[in-house]
């Protein structure tokens, strides 16, 4: 009996921490005290405190890792094979790159040394702190997604891996059009998306589930899965093309969730739009096997403000 008590009083320490820390739907670390208490921290201890933090919030640990250090130490491995082996495809020594959504900054960081400079942005000022002390790099700069959108930078390439499935389509097409105006003239799109994958809810399937489970899910994680004509629809509306749906693991061999999803490759284009049409209205045509793409946002995900029904409105 103690040790189920012990076991039930660390969950609810964890849960309580998670709550304290997070400063809305999707904002994990994002609660003020977080980067104060990272700053006010000697810098002999600040690693440890950075990663205590990150265990805190569902979408940087496993639930079951207990070793913070070896679960750090197996982001950094996946996130560099995804660097080398996939994104790595894709990026030229003199880029300047955005990571949308970075989080802790291991993906930002593998990718720094491959082009000239990486700016990294994340709504959750707790989780930025973190990164700094984790993953800094003399090139890689890290941001709130306000401040990138003050600095007027654009980029040659954005990406974004393990976070448009958590989007609304709303959010998500507001996104598109961010990154669009982020671009450079023929910049890159890159993109993990979650594509006709029946093992995923759709967005509407979520707004459905009237389960507490289901709404605390639709609230602060909704994986959700889409079908590739809709990402194809979101991506040309916001004025991509050369479309390329990629098999994630036709690329790369990587221990992650990803692995078993698709890379969105796109690039900017900068053509007079034609008047719309009727049906579509779409910028510009599209080869019929061009696919989906998926992205988290130059915009707020301030996600309080999409409602479930009847109340207040997956990692890849």
Not at 121 to 135: H, K, P, W
Not at 199 to 227: C, H, M, N, Y
Request: charged letters at 25%; aromatic letters at 6%; one cysteine or more.
């Amino acid at each position: 009996m103690a040790g189920r008590g012990s076991t039930a009083e660390r969950r609810l320490r964890s849960v309580a921490g998670f709550v304290a820390a997070t400063a809305g739907a999707q904002n994990f670390l994002g609660a003020r005290w977080v980067p104060a208490l990272l700053a006010t921290t000697p810098a002999r201890h600040r690693r440890q405190i950075a990663l205590r933090l990150l265990a805190l919030s569902p979408h940087y640990f496993q639930p079951d890792e207990h070793d913070r250090d070896a679960a750090a130490e197996r982001n950094r491995r996946s996130r560099q094979i995804l660097a080398d082996d996939l994104l790595g495809r894709y990026l030229q020594p003199d880029d300047d790159v955005l990571d949308v959504g970075c989080g802790p900054g291991y993906l930002a960081a593998a990718v720094a040394p491959r082009v000239h400079a990486v700016t990294a942005v994340d709504v959750s000022r707790g989780v930025l702190a973190c990164a700094r002390v984790l993953n800094p790099a003399p090139n890689l700069e890290y941001l709130t997604v306000e401040d990138f959108r003050r600095s007027g930078r654009d980029v040659d390439v954005v990406y974004c891996i393990a976070v448009a499935q958590h989007l609304t389509d709303e959010v998500f097409a507001r996104a598109l059009r961010d990154w669009h105006a982020a671009l450079r003239p023929g910049g890159r799109l890159l993109v993990h998306v979650v594509v006709d994958d029946p093992d995923w809810r759709t967005e509407a399937q979520w707004r459905a589930d009237r389960g507490l489970v289901g709404r605390a899910k639709l609230r602060f994680a909704r994986p959700t899965s889409r079908r590739a004509e809709q990402v194809r629809r979101l991506i040309v509306d916001a004025g991509f093309g050369e479309l390329d749906l990629v098999p994630i693991v036709s690329l790369v061999d990587v221990d992650d969730d990803v692995a078993g999803q698709h890379l969105l490759v796109a690039r900017r284009l900068d053509v007079a739009a034609p008047a719309p049409t009727p049906s579509r209205g779409l910028a510009v045509q599209v080869p019929a096997q061009a696919g989906p793409a998926e992205r988290t946002g130059l915009e707020r995900l301030d996600l309080d403000l999409d409602p479930m029904p009847d109340a207040d409105a997956g990692r890849g």
